[in-house]
């Protein structure tokens, strides 16, 4: 039979002291091993995520795999030991005839029995010069633009993709419009005043000009959109309806880059998308360069093009990240024109793109159909395959 101890003068006694300090280490111990783990798990989870991002970036290095109508994981692949070539791109007098559209090729009968008076007219704009733009300078493989070329950080961006460019009514750049023109700012296209429709037309028209000529001195190959055409097919002026006005190929993009944030002209800001490199379908990022009117606000949009693979027809097909799709032999070659006085460039297939985008009757003049104009040019950009 056990004593029980007594303590003495001057000590303590607690019959469980022991067994509670024992269970206060093993607490600790067992914090230690959860924190422990935690940081394990932490790292573990960094390390996976680090590695699905450079498996992203590996997928460049890879042809495009067709994913429906466009590959949605594209990210540009820049090979810093091949040389550019943007020499391959050959400048023609008259090589093809000026349209290849046919009167079967439209549902409309006004437009069909009209179709040869229609290029007759538009053939008396082009100036005869072509250009022909090889297939690979839509690819996702490109050569690096210029020497210290660092294609990472924008790979990085690439991969983040976010929306970069706000605009007011898909005219006005959101970040100079509201300051330099409040009156332009908020108020509704259908309530704008002949002064403001003026001073509206005057700014896209100083836009175009000062792209093509920013074009012209540095050798870019570029085209219009179906929204910028439009108002070609009617021997009109330039109107302020569309902001997306250029298609670029993604071998000319990357050219382009070196010029982001400057000015043109000193009046026009330069602004290149910094998630450029995502070539994926992104409705909300699909703008990749941005020519801003520094003085009212208003801007035209450049969209580069992606080789995607081959449509159901066999036509190497190549998108925009809209996305559109566009038939590559309807773009090429490109036909040198005039839209009120400036010199532009126009896809091949043009009168096809604006039926195919517009409406056949967008082609027919306005007093033979009840589609006001203003709506034609206010059309959403689509994202239907456009069989140019």
Known sequence: MHKRRVPTAGTSFHPRSKHQRRGYQLVVIGMGFLLTAVLFVMI?????????????????HHPPKRQGKLNTASVLDIDDN?????????????????????????????????????????????????????VTHFSLHQPAPHAGFHAYPAAKAALLNTPYFQSIAGLKDARYAPALVPQLAHIPRKSWTPQT?????????????????????????????????????????????AARMVHVSVRQLLQLVSYNRTRVQERFLFDVNPGYMHRGASKENAVDVRLVDTQTGFMLD??????????????????????????????????ETWLDGIRVWRPHAALRMVAQELGEDAL????????????????????????M
Request: net charge negative; charged share 25%.
């Open 82 to 134: 091949w040389t550019p070539t943007i020499s391959d791109i050959q400048d023609a007098w008259n090589i093809v005839p000026n349209f290849p559209e046919t009167p079967a090729d439209f549902e409309n009968q006004d437009v069909s029995a009209q179709l040869s008076t229609i290029q007759y007219r538009l053939a008396a704009r082009d100036t005869g010069r072509t250009r022909n733009i090889p």
């Open 197 to 241: 429709e003026s001073l509206a037309r005057d700014s896209f028209r100083a836009l175009l000009t000062a792209w093509s000529l920013f074009a012209s001195e540095r050798d870019v190959a570029w085209w219009l959109t179906a929204a910028a055409l439009h108002p070609w097919v009617h021997d009109a002026p330039l109107q302020p309806h």
């Open 364 to 387: 027919l003049p306005p007093e033979q159909t009840q589609r006001r104009q203003l709506h034609v040019f206010a059309q959403p950009h689509t994202s239907k395959r456009l069989r």
């Open 302 to 335: 450049v969209l580069a093009l992606t080789y995607v693979g081959q449509g159901e027809d066999g036509e190497e097909d190549v998108a925009c990240k809209t996305p559109e799709v566009f038939a590559y032999e309807d773009l090429i070659p490109l036909h």
């Open 44 to 60: 573990v989870v960094m390390r996976l995520d680090r590695s699905h991002q450079l498996s992203q970036l590996d997928d460049a």
